[in-house]
Nanobody, 123 residues
Framework: VQLQASGGGLVQAGGSLRLSCVHS????????MAWFRQAPGKEREFVAA???????QFGDSVKGRFTISRDNGNNTVYLQMNTLKPVDTAVYYC??????????????????WGQGTQVTVSS
């Protein structure tokens, strides 16, 4: 499995971005998928996850602002980020767990990782 994240950039506070993660090697429908983020000097933290059947989980800091979705036909998972804040500034990583029937917010549970995409929110 290879993961390719994209869509990051510079946005003003209150703006929106949509991140994409292309899942190759196997179809994305075979994996539970998640987004994590890491700001400088901080631990990598859970942002959102989506199961193979579409169940979702979100980190407390992004609930109500971010959504996660999957397009199995295009082997892609999306993270729609709205009402962005400067504290959302981080490198965002997508992650996958093959054949999972549950979700996890533990980064060690995910076996495959993308390369990261930088999101910078200016005040």
């Amino acid at each position: 499995v290879q993961l390719q994240a994209s869509g990051g950039g510079l946005v003003q506070a209150g703006g929106s971005l949509r991140l994409s993660c292309v899942h190759s090697g196997r179809t994305v429908s075979s994996s539970a998928m998640a987004w994590f983020r890491q700001a400088p000097g901080k631990e990598r933290e859970f942002v959102a996850a989506i199961s193979r059947i579409g169940n979702t989980q979100f980190g407390d800091s992004v609930k109500g602002r971010f959504t996660i979705s999957r397009d199995n036909g295009n082997n892609t998972v999306y993270l729609q980020m709205n009402t962005l804040k400067p504290v959302d500034t981080a490198v965002y990583y997508c992650a996958a767990k093959l054949w999972a029937t549950v979700l996890s917010q533990d980064r060690s549970w995910y076996a495959y990782w993308g390369q990261g995409t930088q999101v910078t929110v200016s005040s």
